[in-house]
T-cell receptor
């Protein structure tokens, strides 16, 4: 099956610093990647949708200047949390969609293992 | 706006028994997908089963099956012959074909005990 990786799996940083999280599709080209945030014992909340070569589309309430998303290639998307603060501590999960519109696989998202961010 | 409701925060079942997890959703759309995802303690999201709204037949994947009631907007998951490895959080999710966004329910924590 399709594999999505995330790096790092766990990061601890000081308040005010920036952290970059990578999401890679290992064995397929991802036309679209999604970034989610999950608080402890809660559900996944979509933060943004990114398509290769274009600007990300952010969900309402998500600060685009704080959560910078870059989707430079069909296998890599990055999420940078800028000037991180303790309230940004969370579990960040990416997913990737393979296939083209009309294909059976188009509506399935493959998830990465997540990145735990702790801001001190 | 679409919403997904899982009314059971926690469920437990004995090994080899059957358990059903509930999910209801609200939408005015006609074309959409429904999913059940499993999130074990490793927190890796795993697709369990999916249902296309235009299909009347309920989806089945080995021990997992759904009861899809489109008119009632209900999408329950039945796990047969429960195994210890089924212990996880289970999320019901909705995708509108127009937006391609997954909307998740709040999850049901399932504990399978020996």
């Amino acid at each position: 099956g399709a594999v999505v990786s995330q790096h790092p799996s766990w990061v601890i940083c000081k308040s005010g610093t920036s952290v970059k999280i990578e999401c890679r599709s290992l064995d397929f080209q991802a036309t679209t990647m999604f970034w989610y945030r999950q608080f402890p014992k809660q559900s996944l909340m979509l933060m943004a949708t990114s398509n290769e070569g274009s600007k990300a589309t952010y969900e309402q309430g998500v600060e685009k200047d704080k959560f910078l998303i870059n989707h430079a290639s069909l296998t890599l998307s990055t999420l940078t949390v800028t000037s991180a603060h303790p309230e940004d501590s969370s579990f960040y999960i990416c997913s990737a969609r393979a296939g083209l519109a009309g294909e059976e696989s188009y509506n399935e998202q493959f998830f990465g293992p997540g990145t735990r961010l702790t801001v001190l | 706006a679409q919403t997904v409701t899982q009314s059971q925060p926690e469920m437990s079942v004995q090994e080899a028994e059957t358990v059903t997890l509930s999910c209801t959703y609200d939408t005015s759309e006609n074309n959409y997908y429904l999913f059940w995802y499993k999130q074990p303690p490793s927190r890796q999201m795993i697709l369990v089963i999916r249902q296309e709204a235009y299909k009347q037949q309920n989806a089945t994947e080995n021990r997992f099956s759904v009861n899809f009631q489109k008119a009632a907007k209900s999408f329950s998951l039945k796990i047969s012959d429960s195994q210890l490895g089924d212990t996880a959080m289970y999320f019901c999710a909705f995708m509108n074909l127009g937006t391609d966004k997954l909307i998740f329910g709040t999850g049901t924590r399932l504990q399978v005990f020996p």
